[in-house]
Nanobody, 121 residues
Framework: QVQLVESGGGLVQPGGSLRLSCAAS????????MGWYRQAPGKERELVAL???????NYADSVKGRLTISRDNAKNTVYLQMNSLKPEDTAVYYC???????????????WGTGTLVTVSS
């Protein structure tokens, strides 16, 4: 069994910064991808940033230049540094990971429970 535990959400003023963390634990043979999605009230869940095999990173156009994803492979952890935050960044942020749980197994998509980020004055 694999668990993803997020931390770092909260209330921040427009223009401020937050750093989200997500640690994967449990049965992990290999992590193929880790990333962040978000869901604002009344909207569908959308991709924020995704890191595939370390060197391949994708960002939503709306966050390019403001949000940065990074990984610590030794800790099975992914981070999202969020700078110059805007009210429209307000959402529940979900960690996502594509993990091979053991040798020879298929990779599986896992989700965290989400952490709320509120950008408001």
């Amino acid at each position: 069994q694999v668990q993803l535990v997020e931390s770092g959400g909260g209330l921040v003023q427009p223009g401020g910064s937050l750093r989200l963390s997500c640690a994967a634990s449990g049965s992990i043979f290999r992590i193929n991808a880790m990333g962040w999605y978000r869901q604002a009230p009344g909207k569908e869940r959308e991709l924020v940033a995704l890191n595939i095999n370390v060197d391949n990173t994708n960002y939503a156009d709306s966050v390019k230049g403001r949000l940065t994803i990074s990984r610590d492979n030794a800790k099975n952890t992914v981070y999202l540094q969020m700078n110059s935050l805007k009210p429209e960044d307000t959402a529940v942020y979900y960690c996502n990971a594509v993990i091979v749980p053991k040798f020879g197994a298929m990779d599986t998509n896992y989700w965290g429970t989400g952490t709320l980020v509120t950008v408001s004055s």
